[in-house]
């Protein structure tokens, strides 16, 4: 008997299926009891295999097939090695007519078809088959239901692949290639935060942190978090190469965080000091933080260098526009689109026009906005900023049919986030416009399971102040899928504006309490109190605190703004509403005006804070009755 003799010659053999594999572990297939012919070179060939002198092992396999052609043992065990080293297509010839494959033989064949089908597509069905039929006769191997969770990724059947990750997770929680694996088939299907959260349970170590890193990092970007993405980026890779430490620039610089990204893009220039690229970045963010002398006098150098550097000619146009200068910036965007036909570059043409698109509205010029925007002709390449963008458009002009039109004629070319922000903005503009087909298309973000789209149709809701609905939606989600923090910030918000404080106070302090450098909470709960007086002392202390995470952040400076006013101290809000404006506030939002509007005019500068006040209001502010309050009794105290 084999084994017998094996046992008697003092051989330890411990033969993995595919070492590396996922579950190398768990496999080990047994061996026949009996073996005619070719036994001799059959021991040397595994004694060779286990020492792992490969070459050696072959050649002696190929001695026991010659001497035993029709023993069905020595095939299967020379076949499985050959898996072993990745020659499947020669394991897969060797087993080509045998009849009557046990159970160890079917699995043989089956992974030897697996890894051929992985260059070999028109070979998935035939594998799927062989995998199915060696599960049937070895159920649960973990190889081969994995093998099979591959196969079905491939061929598009997504949902029974996730199914078999993640019931083979079941036991192997901490196997990093298996992770990344259930990872990716969760990105596939869209159930993106699932995903992120399973790529961070990979990027500590092992042969799968690099790409789980960065999986994570796109992921991210994906959920519209690229500030989170660019400080995972600079807690992870260190002193990396310049070329992933200015991404990680750019991905704080999108995520708001300007002095962080600041930070890192002169760190890029210590290494770099010629690279056009930060110097580029740098002036952008300068001009940004509202130092546009400084960030003009340097573009002005590096465009007498570089005439036709397209991102060059961007950073002007913009450093110029919110300097107040908004005809010489225009002067910069039409000669930075000149360039882009010129170029034929229509990633660089997306990339002006989205520009141009935000200064006009800026300058509070919708039309010319969308103008910029109806320029793109290859909308596969936009993003949902451009998506965004337009919509504004659309709302500040009142203009619902129009966005109904407009939000359908861009959806086939979209695809991703883009997409379904572009859906859930034609739901927004029919609810608007009296349309119920509004619903029905929220409907299906709303009940579905992937978090980033249940979010997307809240602020749909939260836009048209359905508040009622907001606070009834996230809390049937909340009882889908969990303490979500941000299902339980939307639900404190509609509470808030359904005037029920006691309970959105609750929520917010809860949400403060558990995570202390939430800035958007602490915010939302200073202001929330400010603006009804309550609290004033513990509101400053808030919203001082999210300033201090978020320096740039219009909203929260118009927060700070508020609660100086709400204690009487007018000079600090006076100075604190001007630099929120200063820094162009929120798209559209009136609100920093009134605020600053109504500052003024109880510090007795009435002109100009009648002014802010119809500025506001022509804009869209929170409370506009109480705006035109004001206004009233202003015009009643004229002489």
Request: with cysteine; hydrophobic share 45%; proline share 3%.
């Amino acid at each position: 008997m084999l084994n017998s003799l094996i046992r008697a010659c003092g051989i330890v053999l411990a033969v993995a299926l595919i070492p590396g594999g996922v579950f190398a572990d768990d496999l080990g297939p047994e061996q026949s009891e009996t073996l005619p012919g070719g036994l001799e070179p059959y021991l040397e060939a595994r004694l060779l295999e286990a020492q792992g002198r490969f070459r050696e092992a072959m050649e002696a396999y190929e001695q026991a097939v010659r001497e035993a052609p029709d023993v069905t043992e020595v095939r299967l065990a020379y076949a499985s090695f050959l898996v072993d080293v990745g020659m499947a297509d020669r394991a897969a010839g060797l087993l080509e007519g045998v009849e009557d494959l046990d159970a160890e033989g079917l699995k043989v064949r089956a992974l030897a078809l697996a890894q051929l089908a992985s260059r070999k597509p028109e070979l998935a069905d035939e594998t799927e088959a062989a995998l199915r039929a060696a599960l049937a006769a070895q159920d649960a191997d973990p190889n081969l239901l994995f093998a099979l969770a591959q196969i079905l990724q491939n061929t598009g059947e997504l949902e029974e692949a996730e199914t078999i990750a993640a019931g083979l997770r079941q036991g192997r929680s901490s196997n990093p290639r298996l992770i990344a694996f259930h990872a990716g088939l969760l990105r596939d299907l869209g159930r993106t935060e699932e995903a992120t959260e399973l790529y961070a349970q990979c990027v500590d170590g092992g042969p799968a942190a690099a790409m789980c890193r960065d999986a994570l990092v796109e992921m991210l970007v994906e959920l519209d978090r690229p500030g989170e993405a660019g400080e995972f980026m600079l807690g992870w890779l260190g002193d990396m190469d310049l070329d992933s430490l200015m991404r990680a620039a750019v991905l704080l610089w999108e995520g708001g965080r300007l002095e962080e990204s600041l930070e890192t893009v002169q760190r890029v220039l210590v290494k770099a000091p010629d690279s056009v690229r930060a110097q580029t970045l740098e002036a952008h963010l300068l001009s940004t933080l509202g130092l546009h002398d400084e960030a003009v006098a340097r573009l002005q150098k590096l465009l007498r260098k570089n005439p036709n550097d397209i991102d060059l000619i961007l950073a002007m146009a913009w450093s110029q526009s919110r300097s107040g200068d908004h005809e010489k910036g225009r002067k910069y965007l039409d000669r930075a689109w000149e360039r882009t036909e010129a170029e034929a570059d229509s990633i660089q043409a997306v990339r002006c026009a989205v520009t141009a698109s935000r200064l006009e509205l800026i300058a509070g010029n919708p039309r010319v906005s969308r103008e910029w925007l109806e320029r793109v002709h290859d909308l596969s390449l936009v993003g949902a900023d451009y998506v965004r963008l337009l919509a504004e458009t659309y709302r500040q002009q009142e203009e619902w049919q129009d966005g109904i039109t407009g939000m359908v004629r861009i959806q086939p070319a979209l695809k991703g986030r883009a997409q379904t922000e572009a859906e859930a903005l034609e739901a927004e503009f029919r609810l608007r416009s009296g349309d119920s087909r509004g619903w029905r298309r929220l409907r299906p973000l709303l009940d579905g399971d992937q978090i980033p789209n249940v979010l997307i149709a809240l602020q749909v809701l939260q836009t048209v102040e359905l508040w009622e609905e907001v606070e009834r939606e996230t809390e049937t989600a909340i009882g889908r899928f969990g303490e979500n923090r941000d299902l339980r910030f939307i639900r404190a918000a509609a509470l808030e504006r359904l005037d029920r404080v006691e309970a959105a106070s609750e929520l917010f302090q809860g949400l403060v309490e558990e995570e202390p450098n939430d800035a958007n909470a602490a915010n939302y709960l200073g202001y929330m109190w400010a603006d009804r007086e309550m609290h004033l002392d513990r509101a400053l202390e808030l919203i001082a605190h999210a300033v201090a995470l978020d320096p740039e952040n219009s909203a929260y400076l118009d927060s700070l703004g508020w609660v100086h006013y709400r204690r009487g101290d007018l000079d600090q809000a006076e100075h604190w509403l001007r630099r929120a404006i200063d820094l162009g506030g929120n798209l559209g939002d009136g609100t920093l005006y009134c605020h600053l509007g109504e500052v003024l005019m109880v510090n007795g500068d009435r002109e100009e804070g009648r002014r802010y006040l119809l500025i506001g209001l022509d804009m869209g502010c929170e409370d506009p009755d109480h705006v035109r309050s004001l206004l009233e009794r202003e015009d009643d105290a004229a002489p």
